[in-house]
Structure formats: C-alpha cells, structure tokens
C-alpha cells in the first residue's frame, strides 16, 4: 500500500508541475514574468533586438526607483536605432535607459539609490506617462559596443502609486531595443546642461538659474530636449544664441512628465555658438536655503539635449555646468521667465500619486495594445519607380531644374519651345538666339506630388535658356538662365525678380559677371547665397543675402587626376545645413566634392566606378541621405545611367535606381524629400519620374512568440508579445528566429479546460494501469508482492531523486530532456529595498558625470 502512495504523490507532483505550465496566462504574468530573461532575436543579417525588461518586481511601498542592468551581447560595435516601450501609466511613472560599461550593481536589479553606474553614464531613452517617446531620425542611432560605446544598458523605472500591486503580482516593464550593426551616417549623443551653484533663498518669489558655454566642436543637430528639477522648479528653457540672435530649443515645465520632448523647428549648433538654459525657480514655502543636490530638499537645474553628428567627429556626451557670460541673460527672451502652468491633476500624476482608475475604458486598453504589438520591420532601402504617377505623361519643354516647395510641392523648371543646341552660343558664350525672344510659356510649374495635379505656374516671358532651380525657406524662387548668364530670386507669383545677380546676355568672370551660372543654393540659417558658375568658369561664388559679393573658390581641372577643389562644369548644388556643408556635383569629372559653408574649404570627395565619366546632379535629404543621377555612359563604356542613394557620411552607395518607364536619355536634375520620395528630371526625354522607397519589411510571423494575455473585465484580452531565446542558443544572433513578436489572442477559457482534459486522461489512465498491477501482483505473489512492489517504487522514486537520493528532485529530473529550461523550478528573488523615499519626491535618481575637454577647432546642357 506505501508504494501505491508513494506512486500517487510522485503523479501529483507531476500533475502539479505540469499544470503550472498551462495556467492562466495572467497568473503566469503576474507571478514568473515570462520573458524576462533579456531575449535577443535576430533581424536579419545585422539587426537584432534587445528585450530589456524588469525580471519580475513588486515595489513595496510608492515612489520606488528600481534598476537592472543588461549586457550587450556583441563585443564589436552596435547601433540603437529605435526603442519600443512596454509600460503601463497604471504601475509606472517613468523609465530611464542608461549606457555606461559598469553598473552600479550586479543583482538582477537593485535600488536605484545605490545609483546606476559606476563609470561615466549616458541617458539613451526616456519614457513617462502623458509624454511622447523617443524617436530617432532617419539614419541616426546611438553608438554602443566597440571601443568607444558601452557595453550595458542599465534600466531605471519609477513606481509612483503602487495601489495597482494589491494583488502582489510582478511586473516586467521595459523596452524593446532595434539594434543594427550597419554604420549610421549620424550618431545620436546627450549634451548635459547642469547648473552646480545656485542657492534658492527661502521665501524668495522668483530665482534664476543660468547656464552658458561656447560651443566649440563639430556642427551638431538637435532633434529632442528634456528638463529636470525637483518640485521648486517652475520653467526650464534651453537656447542657441548665435550672432546675438536667441533661437527656441525647447522650453518646458518640469512639473509635467520629464520624458524627452522634439524640438519643434530644427536647430543646428555650429562651431563658437552659444548654448544658453534657464531654469526659474520660487523659494515660496521653504524656511532654510535650498541648495543643489541630490536629495528631496535638494533642487537640481539640468537641461538635456539630444543631437546628431556626422559619424567620423560623433562625440557622445557633452557637458555644460557654468555660465560663461552672465551678462548676456539682460537679452534672454521673456518666455524663459513666464512659468508654464501645471493642472493640479497632472501634478499628481507627475509625482507619481493619482486616484485608481475607474470604469476603464476596455476598447483603449486593446487599442494600446495592439499599438505597442506593431512588428519590428527589416528596413532594407530600396528605390523603385511610382509607376501610377501620372507626372510621367506631362507636356513639358527641355526639363532642366526641379525642387520641392515649403508645402512638399514639386516645382519644375523647363524651356517651353526652347531648346539648348549647338546655335545656342558662340566660342565667346554669347547667346545667339535674342531673335526669339524670351520664352512665352510658363517656365516654372508647381505640381501635386502625389497625382501630378498643376496647382500654381509662372515664368512666362522671363527666361531664355533655364537652368537650375532652388527654393528658400521663405518659398521664393532661385533659378538660373544660361543665355541671360544671370542669377534670380523670385516671389511665389513669378511677376517680376526680388534680386538679380549678373549682367544680362554678357558672360564674364569676374564679381559682377557670370557664364552660363548652372545653380542656386541658400542657407536657410544665414541666408547666404551659393552660385556654381559653371559651364565657363569653374568655380563657387558665396553672395551676401542682398546679393553682395563675399567670396569665391574653385578652379579649372588642370591636366591629369583632378584635384580638389579643381571643377570641370560645377553642374549641381547641394546645401547640407546638418554640416554646415555645400556639396557639388562636378558634372565631368564624375564626383562629387563637398566644401564648408563658411570658408569654402574642401572637406571630401565622393567618387565611384558606378558613376562613370559624369554626375550631374546631387541633392540632400536631412537625416545623411544623398542622391544622385550620372550621364550617358561613353561608347564602349559600361557603366548606365542611373539614380544613387548614398550615405553622406560614408560615402557608400546605399541603392541604385533606373525607371521601369521609358528609359533615362539625359537626367538633369535631382531632388528627394525626407519620407525618401524622389523626382528626376530629363532634359532629353523632356520628362519627370517620381521614384519611393519601398523599405522592405518582413513582418515578423505571429505563432511562436511568447503571450501574455491579462483578462479585462470578464473575455476581452490584451495581448502583449515577448521576445525569447532559445535556451540551448549559445549565439542568439546567429539564431534566426521565426518566432514573431505578436500572436492573435485566443479563449483562455476553451484553451484551459482543454488542456485540464488532455492531461488528466494519461493520469487516470497511469492510475488504473498502477491499482491492475498492484491487483495483479497480490494476486499472484501474495506479501512478497508487497515487497516486490515497494522495491519497483524506490527505483522509480531512485531516478527522480537522482544519483544522490535524498529527495524528490523534480527540477533535475525534467533538466535531463533536452531543451528543457529551469523557468518556472528555480525561485525568482522579487524582494526589493525598504528604504524610505520622501512620499512627495517625484525626482530621479540620475548620476551626472563630466565630460572630457573639447579638442581644437577643424578645419551642354
């Protein structure tokens, strides 16, 4: 009889174990945290992702700061190029992702008042309730790995109001991190600003923070900004000053969610710029001094910017903690000094207290959560042709300039009834067609870029021979004429010229002359404006905004290699604000070299095989895009014509490009937007084609993905997909998954009761297979079969126990079949730290560190 028990409780056990696995999805969430162990899945040939999450927490008491930590898991060099929050405003207040090589800790996650890094640390990610997330531009990622990046991730989460763990379940808040291993053409890093020596005297209405420092490396472009103080501050504003002149980064309350914010209109910071913060603080209430520090009664002033660089001078961290020129804050916009109001709910809500939500609306809940389920998409850049656009059939002249317009427009620029031959000119360049008169067409068009639509024309009886077209930032008009040999800027209305540049029919070279002028480009920073003249001279000419004479580059390509800054026809312009830097096609010598705005100093030349003999056209895209389009290959040459996507850092052609209708004769010009849509325009074909980026993506399929599932009321779900290894992977990114990070949601209930009854059948089953044997052998062998039995038993009960006895060990037992993992045997530790926070304190706990010193300064058609 002892062994028939012993049997029964060896098949509870298992029973037991067993139904762990298949209990409800909610109690498995709330209590394992599946999908905690930081799952790498592989994306492709270079991308992968990273899940970093909390590894099952319940924080004790409110306002608790926990932090974990995870490794990279390549050695050489990697880039964030994009993050996926997994949080709920119900349990979470904010998350912090930090980059540093040493963690505060090596616990699997600790109080984040033993901080979060030993070593120098970086804030990557920011997330708070009622705050947008993060978003890197295109072509941006933050350098990890390698060398220079760190090799951890540190995660700190906020739990304010911890009403939403009554029922002691665990949480598993994170993110979801897309890393690539292909080179970013910008890097993205943090620029610190930090006051250290403010004092706030008590009572004291109205006291100012202020900080300033030259900055003094390499143009930087910033695209997010966030504030911090503790609950004294009421406004922090964040400025470029160049020139005297305050630019708008960001200006926020710091009572509201301290996530990152975008910077509303694109700000580039260049080289002896200022940056300038405020933060303004009220001392009303308090009764001593409030110092800078780190504690509750302590007060902080900081100011994040996040930027872009250029990858080759990407630096990461920048700091800024002292006020270089007190004096210039009498000039501060007053903006600075209005305090933001703060709704008393969303005080509440920021410092991490608020009621407990009520009657909670179950379709927003699925609808977020099928938001935060998108997939994560391989992104492999391809160009190819809109063939619906109708733009293709359009009567047009020679096409030889395009643009787009403030409103994404697409603006053409054509010769009517005129036509670019060998009786254009004579050997001196004089215009030997004055006889027809101007073109009676209108030469400039302004088209819908999605149905080719005419929205707007003008030009009419204005040009002979056009040639290049740009547009400012204000909409005006810069074109080229190759007969008039003259500069324009034009209204929207095209009547008459707002500024003329050149002599009319007379070619020259020197300040007041042009021949044959090819292009037009603008900075929209200082409104500089920059001329390739171009088809007989060989140089750049930099003109002042009302049209002065400033300077010049550029010679003839003398025989042999051309040299740098050496042009045989300057046939292109293409404007790179980010940089700071103009880039030219130089149409036949087939490259493209880029100078400095400021000084007309080479910095690169862009050259390939593929291009063949000549390149005529460049143009920009903001994010470290360009594109191209090269000429008619000579006879017996091999090389076709064709589009070029390349990435402005490197260099490298990223994509090719050739129409599907009709084919290239002459592409003359080129220009593309930043959702990466493309127009090229034919001066032989007399056309324009409108080429997209189909980014290829592979959604990832939705079966084997571990699920949550947490019941709303009473059947509807929401579904939240985790991203797992496979426990015997030893290489996770070798390991091409086909699990999918989302999977259609199913009835728990059915799936429940089925599985109940698929697993208790082979237990009644064993059951009566263990009493007929006991049956038969009492039968049969009478009290020896008792015996024998026990014996039968103890060898069973031997092999769960394993070689050492001692014990039913069902974790070793299961851990001998393979692909077994110990999740759900071995104990999780879920016990946080109990040390007492200030309840009101809705601070972080951040380390700021210093970074090091800046180097020097850098350098015929």
């Known amino acids: ?104 800790s090596t616990e699997n996650y600790w109080d984040c008042d033993e901080g979060t890094c030993r070593d120098k640390s970086n804030i990557l990610y920011a997330w708070a309730r009622n705050a947008p997330p993060t978003r890197l531009p295109k072509g941006v990622g933050f350098r990890v790995g390698g060398e220079a990046g760190g090799r951890y991730f540190v995660l700190q989460v906020h739990y304010g109001d ?77 400025y470029r000053v160049r020139n005297g002149q305050w630019t708008l980064i960001g200006r926020q309350s710091p009572q509201l969610p301290q ?82 109001p703060v709704k008393s709910d969303m005080l509440k809500m920021t410092h991490g207290h608020h009621e407990e939500a009520k009657d909670s609306d179950t ?9 935060e389920e998108k997939d994560i998409l391989d992104q492999d850049f391809h160009i190819e042709e809109a063939v619906e656009w109708p733009g293709l059939d359009l009567k047009l002249g020679q096409v030889s300039g395009l643009a787009l317009d403030p409103e994404n427009n697409l603006v053409i620029f054509h010769r009517g009834d005129h036509v670019w031959d060998e009786n254009s000119f004579d050997s001196k360049f004089v215009y030997q067609q004055r006889g027809l008169g101007p073109i009676e067409q209108n030469t400039i068009l302004v088209l819908n870029p999605s149905n080719a639509k005419l929205l707007h024309s003008t030009g009419k009886s204005l040009f002979y021979l056009p040639h290049g077209l740009s547009i400012d ?49 603008v900075d929209p920073i200082t409104g500089s404006i920059y001329v390739s003249d171009g088809y007989c001279n060989s140089r750049i000419i930099r003109f002042s905004p009302d049209g002065l004479y400033v300077m010049q580059w550029g010679e003839e390509t003398s025989l042999g290699r051309a040299r740098p800054g050496q042009f045989h026809i300057p046939h292109s312009l293409a404007l790179i604000p980010d940089f700071s830097q103009l880039c030219v096609a130089d149409r036949e010598n087939g490259r493209i070299q ?91 074909a007399r056309a324009v084609w409108k080429f997209a980026s189909t980014e290829k993506m592979e959604h990832r399929s939705v079966k084997k993905a571990g699920i949550e599932v947490q019941e709303i009321k009473e059947s509807e779900t929401v579904v939240e997909a985790r991203l797992k290894n496979k426990p015997e992977s030893t290489d996770p990114l070798k390991e091409t998954h086909k699990q999918p990070l989302v999977q259609q949601t199913s009835s728990t209930g059915v799936s429940f009761v089925l599985i109940t009854t698929l697993l208790i059948i082979p237990v009644v089953v064993l059951l009566a297979i263990l009493v007929f044997i006991r049956w038969r052998k009492t039968t049969v062998y009478g009290a020896d079969g008792e015996h024998k039995l026990d014996s039968s038993s103890g060898r069973i009960l031997g092999r769960l126990r394993g070689k050492g006895g001692g014990g039913i060990n069902l974790g070793n037992f299961f851990a001998s079949h393979k692909g077994y993992s110990r999740k759900g045997f071995d104990r999780l530790s879920t016990e946080g730290s109990d040390q007492e926070k200030d309840e009101d304190d809705g601070t972080d706990s951040e380390e700021e560190c210093s970074a090091s010193p800046p180097p020097p300064a850098p350098s015929s058609s």
């Not at 409800?24 to 040939?45: A, D, N, R, T, W």
């Not at 993110?175 to 004092?199: C, D, E, F, W």
């Not at 900055?215 to 930087?220: D, G, L």
Request: charged letters at 20%; proline letters at 6%; glycine letters at 8%.
């Open 594 to 684: 880029c100078f400095r705005l400021e000084t007309g100093e080479f910095t690169r030349e862009i050259k390939h095989k593929s291009f063949g003999r000549e390149l005529f056209a460049v143009s920009y895209v903001p994010g470290g895009l360009l594109f191209a389009v090269n000429g008619m290959p000579y006879p017996g040459e091999a090389e076709p014509v064709q589009g070029f996507v390349m990435n402005f850092s490197t260099g490298e052609i990223i994509a090719s490009f050739i129409p599907l209708r009709k084919s290239f004769e002459m592409p003359h010009d080129i220009v593309a937007s930043e959702d990466r849509t493309v127009f090229v325009g034919d001066v032989h």
């Open 162 to 238: 911890i009403s939403a763990f009554r029922d002691k379940h665990k949480d598993c808040s994170g993110v979801t991190l897309h890393l690539t291993r292909q080179k970013q053409p910008l890097i993205a890093g943090m620029y610190l600003m930090m006051s250290v020596n403010t004092v706030i005297p008590p009572g004291e209405k109205v006291v100012d923070a202020d900080i300033a420092c030259h900055y003094k490396r390499f143009p930087m472009h910033l695209f997010a900004y966030r504030v911090h103080t503790h609950r004294l501050g009421k406004v922090v504003s964040g």
């Open 363 to 371: 379709s927003s809940l699925l609808h977020q959560a099928k938001k």
């Open 473 to 521: 930032k204000n909409g005006n008009y810069w074109v080229t004429d190759v007969a008039l040999h003259q500069v324009f800027k034009l209204g929207t209305d095209g009547k008459e010229p707002l500024l003329t540049l050149g002599v009319a029919l007379q070619p020259g070279s020197d300040k007041n002359h042009f021949c044959q002028p090819t292009d037009v480009a």
């Open 1 to 104: 009889m002892a062994g028939l028990v012993n049997s029964l409780l060896i098949l509870l056990f298992l029973f037991q174990n067993i139904c762990l696995g298949f209990r409800s999805p909610l109690s498995v969430f709330k209590s394992e945290c599946l999908g905690s162990e930081q799952p790498v899945i592989s994306l492709g040939l270079s991308d992968f992702a990273l899940d970093i999450r909390m590894p099952g927490v319940t924080p004790k008491q409110s306002d608790t700061y926990l932090c974990m930590s995870v490794r990279l898991p390549v050695d050489d060099e990697a880039y964030v190029v994009d993050f996926k929050p997994h949080a709920s405003m119900d349990t979470v207040h904010h998350m912090l992702l930090f980059g540093c090589n040493e963690p505060s």
């Open 259 to 340: 996530a990152f914010y975008p910077v509303e209109h694109p700000v580039d910071v260049s080289y002896d710029d200022i940056l300038a913060a405020r933060c303004v603080f009220s001392g009303e209430g308090r009764t001593t001094e409030t110092h800078i520090g780190g504690t509750a009664n302590d007060e902080m002033c900081n100011f994040y910017i996040m930027y872009y660089m250029e990858a080759k001078h990407a630096v990461s961290y920048m700091t800024c903690t002292q006020n270089a020129n007190p004096e210039m804050f009498r000039n501060i916009p007053q903006e600075a000094n209005i305090p933001i």
